[in-house]
């Protein structure tokens, strides 16, 4: 039996304590995977330059995806917009190992997202609270992440994303079952998913972080706040050295409990990606904003 | 080091064994048993090198050291690696030849029902996730086949499986393993 939802999980467990990296090319995709990516992103625009060029935003030409896919031995995930389940066909039928619905794009519906339990391939969903991380996985996503502040390289939303998303499971472990029902109701989430997530005491799929991690010391941060892995952007090919500051992130992800090697790690990496403070973005220019 | 280490911890704890994250040489010291999970085989291979931890671990299993791997696991153990990395090297102690992603992408990621070797009952569920396909089961004991090709070998004590009985439920693969780390 194919694409069951075990497999569709099953992979993104397979990614935990990972980083998984965003490419544009064929040879980032290589350098990734030399720095020890557990899986790439293929897009043609990393988030700070879909921010800095605007417009719309879509999923990839299926060459680029198809030339990284022939780069690389390790997992090719892919973007495509919110809603539009088309392009997620086409993802698909390119064989792709998984897809990003992703607030980075232009969302092409304002109130669905897409129907994901159809699709053999499993997807990815962001999340900003625990009511949109179950609502995603209602509709089938098989893995979550921290929505974040993309293209902006600073790492404070998805720390508040994480944040929440603990908190909402932790207010779930002193509710009885009329209580977890109202709670289900004030945040917009199913009550099956949320029973779950209070019976495991986490979400039921694996939750990555993702938006703005552009340092070591972001990646352990983030693991530390009890993620199973990170997705890192622009954070590597927009810095001065990218193979020496996403081998520095993978060890980072690793040995996230252990200050003595992130000292070592975050020493002499050059230039950070140029930072955005989250207030100096017009409210419309807000990706996490993206997604219902 | 990376993969689904978390799923193997719960499963071994509750078969009754006390378990370790192995990051560092040092974590090695004092071990009945290892298991080398599944996860990206090309990244858990770096970061073993990286860390200096590959040389230590060849020794200890090459000594005798109980070893449960599953999926890139195999990998890692495969004397011989078909369609890896030019440069992966893994440990090369165990007597197959595998092929990395040999049975596709994830789309092609499946579960199918096994009959192991020594284990009564139902049959085994597996769980294959772009999973290594063995070429060749070389002298090793196959313990399962699925459609002809070796799903689970054993070679001494080392136990090499190409599914993920972690994310399963079912344990009597990690109880037959703690009994062969505790023997």
Known sequence: MKGSFKVKAGL?????????????????ARIAQEAGACAVMALERVPADIRKEGGVARMSDPDLIRSIMEAVTIPVMAKCRIGHFVEAQILQALGIDYIDESEVLTPADEENHI???????????????LGEATRRIAEGAAMIRTKGEAGTGNVVEAVRHARAVNAGIRKLQGLNHAEL????KLIGAPVDVLEECQRLGRLPVVNFAAGGIATPADAALMMQLGVDGVFVGSGIFKSEDPLKRAKAIVAATTYYDKPERLAEVSAGLGKAMDGLEIPSIPKDGLLAARGW | MQGAFAEHVRALEKSGARTRLVRTREDLEGLDGIVLPGGESTT???????AGLLEPLREAIAGGLATFATCAG??????DVVDGMADQRGLGLLDVAVRRNGYGRQVDSFEAELDVTGLGGKPFPGVFIRSPLVESAGSTEVMARLDGHAVAVRQGRIVALCFHPELTGDLRLHREFVKLAAS
Do not use: S
């Not at chain 1, 993104?12 to 980032?28: F, N, R, S, Y």
């Not at chain 1, 990815?124 to 609270?129: F, L, Q, S, T």
């Not at chain 1, 029902?181 to 289900?184: C, I, L």
């Open chain 1, 115 to 129: 129907d994901k339990h159809p699709f053999k391939v499993p997807f990815v969903c962001g999340c900003r609270d």
């Open chain 1, 181 to 184: 029902v109202h709670e289900a």
């Open chain 2, 44 to 50: 858990m291979t770096m970061l073993m090198e990286r």
């Open chain 1, 12 to 28: 993104a467990q397979m990614l935990k304590g990972g980083v998984i990296m965003d490419v544009v090319t064929p040879e980032h």
């Open chain 2, 74 to 79: 195999m990998i890692v153990l495969a004397r």
